[in-house]
């Protein structure tokens, strides 16, 4: 049953008497609940926030609704990791409700400022109209964990041509200045990002729009990230309303990034390529990235999509985060690959291992039966018409990734891969691929699975709802022979 507007907009004190006890027991209920993901100890989870190093720990916030499974008063929730794979959950970070949060802390980034981790979020309200009024505001971390709201918001308007979609404020330092991009609807209800300059996180001067070459594309802009790699400029955003076309743009909303020359911080002028898709997968969208001390860029991103049910919806939870994921280029390319401390995770030092040459057949191994395990595996001297893995496979589930030779195509399938999606977003995934190996490397999780092709040089990222019993795993080749060399690690 669907939350009336009234319900939606609680604070956790305002829930009735045992009423989180019941979302509680529901929870403890499902067979779904992820063994290695973030996930939310009760309710929604969706962006990832506040993606931070501070004081020896990586911070990271999400944005929490604790009452129920849809969208509605959002907290930013609090857990640090000083591995990026065993998270301490710290409780709520920041909680709505103030005047210029009323409903709802909304996304943000954070940065470390005179020895204090700086928080920059939207705040959304709501008059009795019902009419937004967003304002950014900032929330001060100290070395105890005590997180302290600015007493007015440090961008208290949103400028001439743009509408109340004016959110998600993502800071970084250039020098002696800060900058922030913040993503934006033009009055004419196209998206864009907005570009924003300070000396000290508190007085934003407003420098105009990003230039770019897509001056319709979708009409919002959600979630935009800005970094610099290899001298080259990264613009990472969350597009709405973006159509789809062949293989490309099928999710209900996308995340991606245009390349190009450094942004010129002065102009807003950004010279780049095209905007290419960052997941090929069906669940995966909003992603967040840091610095770390290291020098890498790691991205996180929010393991779900807006505007859509999911099976756990009935047991009172929905959504977790990705793993984290370290960012280079590659031949004009963004490349995702697992952070190496994934592999702390590890349950047995070598891990199980399996090869074979396979001719029009299939082989169940029953040494790699398991919910939740790290896959690697590649697939060389092939020339059957289409091979792959089967994986979390029972007498009817199966999810299945196959590359098809005749069209040089990835392919997952996730249509009997257990509770369907209601027909959301549909059940097959694929994207162009060439070459003579193929390498894959899957984190296979209660309920989601990452793949990562070639090294990173493509990720689908997606949610799957099998039973607890489906838990095979099958190689096959058909229409031919292929080689496989696979190792598995249980998690």
Request: charged share 20%.
């Amino acid at each position: 049953m669907k939350m009336t507007r009234e319900q939606r907009y609680r604070l956790i004190e305002q829930a009735e008497e045992g009423e989180i006890e019941k979302l509680e027991a529901l929870i403890s209920a499902c067979s779904w609940r992820q063994s290695y993901h973030i996930q939310p100890i009760t309710g929604l989870l969706n962006d990832p926030n506040g993606f931070s190093f501070y004081q020896g720990h990586y911070h990271l916030f999400y944005q929490w609704f604790p009452l129920g499974t849809e969208h509605g008063m959002k907290y930013w929730y609090h857990v640090r990791s000083t591995d990026l794979v065993n998270w301490e959950m710290m409780g709520i970070g920041i909680p709505p409700g103030d005047p210029f949060d009323s409903h709802g802390a909304y996304s943000g980034s954070g940065i470390v400022k005179n020895g204090k981790l700086h928080l920059l979020y939207t705040g959304n309200t709501r008059d009795e109209a019902w009419v937004r009024h967003p304002y950014q505001c900032l929330a001060i971390m100290d070395e105890s964990g005590s997180v302290v709201k600015a007493e007015q918001p440090v961008i208290s308007s949103v400028p001439p041509g743009y509408t109340e979609h004016f959110r998600d404020p993502k800071v970084w330092q250039d020098g002696d200045i800060y900058y922030c991009v913040i993503g934006a609807q033009r009055t004419d209800e196209t998206g864009c990002t907005v570009l924003y300059r300070s000396s000290d996180l508190t007085a934003w001067e407003f420098l105009g729009e990003i230039q770019t070459h897509l001056s319709h594309f979708g009409y919002m802009w959600e979630c935009p990230d800005y970094i610099e790699m290899d001298g080259k400029g990264i613009l990472l955003f969350s597009p709405q309303g973006i159509e789809s076309d062949g293989d490309l743009y099928n999710n209900i909303f996308q995340s991606g990034y245009l390349i190009g020359e450094p942004l010129n911080l002065q102009t807003g002028e950004f010279q780049h390529g095209e905007f290419q898709e960052l997941d090929r997968g069906f669940d995966f969208y909003a992603p967040q990235t840091m610095a770390a001390p290291d020098g890498r860029r790691i991205l996180v991103g929010w393991l779900g999509l807006p505007e859509v049910e999911y099976p756990t919806d009935a047991s009172g939870w929905a959504h977790c985060l990705t793993i984290p994921r370290q960012l280079s280029l590659r031949d004009g390319k963004l490349i995702q690959q697992p952070v190496a401390e994934m592999a702390k995770l590890r349950q047995q030092a070598q891990g199980s291992c399996y090869q074979t040459t396979l001719e029009n057949s299939s082989e169940t191994i029953a040494a790699f039966d398991g919910i939740a395990y790290e896959l690697e595996c590649e697939i060389s001297h092939f020339n059957a018409e289409r091979f792959g893995i089967e994986f979390r496979t029972g007498a009817e589930e199966k999810t299945v990734l196959k590359y098809d030779r005749l069209q040089q195509k990835l392919i997952l399938d996730r249509s009997l891969s257990g509770a369907p999606m209601k027909g959301v977003n549909g059940t097959v995934r694929q994207c162009k691929l060439n070459g003579d190996v193929i390498k894959l490397q899957l984190f296979v999780d209660t309920s989601s699975v990452e793949i990562f092709v070639n090294d990173g040089e493509e990720v689908f990222t997606s949610r799957i709802f099998p039973s607890p019993e489906s838990g095979g795993i099958r190689f096959f080749a058909s229409g031919g022979k292929a080689e496989f060399k696979a190792t598995k690690w249980d998690y």
